[in-house]
């Protein structure tokens, strides 16, 4: 089992930044791919970032490549999502999530556990 417990999430104004952490426990974090899902109302839960077990392989989604910034640091079991240059259309749940596997996917489904999210609201 591994837990996963998110923060970091807040109200901005459109431009801002927000530095979203991941904290995770249990079995060996470290051998998990990690990922960053969100999920706006009336929406499905979509990819953001991933970064692999070794922390120089990271995957985003076109709509925050360039803004966003996936990394993890093993010691501390804890991955972090920058998020700069914030928009209205980021507003919705993050979600972190863990995967047992090398390099991470991109689909909800390939992931093994997930946190319980943190809502971040962009204003414009």
């Known amino acids: 089992q591994v837990q996963l417990v998110e923060s970091g999430g807040g109200l901005v104004q459109a431009g801002a930044s927000l530095r979203l952490s991941c904290t995770a426990s249990?079995?060996?974090?470290?051998?998990?791919?990690m990922g960053w899902f969100r999920q706006a109302p009336g929406k499905e839960r979509e990819f953001v970032a991933a970064?692999?077990?070794?922390?120089?392989?990271?995957y985003y989604a076109d709509s925050v490549k360039g803004r966003f910034t996936i990394s993890r640091d093993n010691a501390k079991n804890t991955v972090s999502l920058q998020m700069n240059s914030l928009k209205p259309e980021d507003t919705a749940v993050y979600y972190c999530?863990?995967?047992?596997?090398?390099?991470?996917?991109?689909?909800?489904?390939?992931?093994?556990?997930w946190g319980q999210g943190t809502q971040v609201t962009v204003s414009s």
């Open positions: 999530a863990a995967e047992w596997a090398v390099f991470p996917g991109r689909q909800a489904s390939d992931y093994d556990y």
């Open positions: 249990g079995r060996i974090v470290n051998m998990y791919a």
């Open positions: 970064i692999g077990r070794n922390d120089y392989n990271t």
